[in-house]
């Protein structure tokens, strides 16, 4: 079972930047692959970034490309997403979550595990 911990959220004016943490705990972190999504309200909760097992690849939501960035630390068993050039439409609660496999996904159903996760108000 794999315990997940998000954390860095928070209220920014557009054009700020937040860094997300989000921390595992149980499995084997090194083996499986991570992802970010976004759920704000009455919308479903949508992909936003994700990263492989080793860190050697990610993909992003076209809408965050160039300005998230996915990282992730295996000794600290935490990944990270950096989020410059806030806007108010990536204002939504950010969820991390883990897979069973180790390559990248976009999918809900590419997740076992799920955060509980971490709110991000952007105000113009």
């Known amino acids: 079972q794999v315990q997940l911990v998000e954390s860095g959220g928070g209220l920014v004016q557009a054009g700020g930047s937040l860094r997300l943490s989000c921390a595992a705990s149980?499995?084997?972190?090194?083996?499986?692959?991570i992802g970010w999504f976004r759920q704000a309200p009455g919308k479903e909760r949508e992909f936003v970034a994700t990263?492989?097992?080793?860190?050697?690849?990610?993909s992003y939501a076209d809408s965050v490309k160039g300005r998230f960035t996915i990282s992730r630390d295996n000794a600290k068993n935490t990944v990270y997403l950096q989020m410059n050039n806030l806007k108010p439409e990536d204002t939504a609660v950010y969820y991390c979550?883990?897979?069973?496999?180790?390559?990248?996904?976009?999918?809900?159903?590419?997740?076992?595990?799920w955060g509980q996760g971490t709110q991000v108000t952007v105000s113009s």
């Open positions: 149980g499995g084997t972190f090194s083996t499986y692959a």
């Open positions: 990263i492989n097992s080793s860190g050697s690849r990610t």
């Open positions: 979550a883990a897979s069973r496999n180790p390559w990248i996904g976009m999918m809900r159903n590419d997740y076992a595990y």
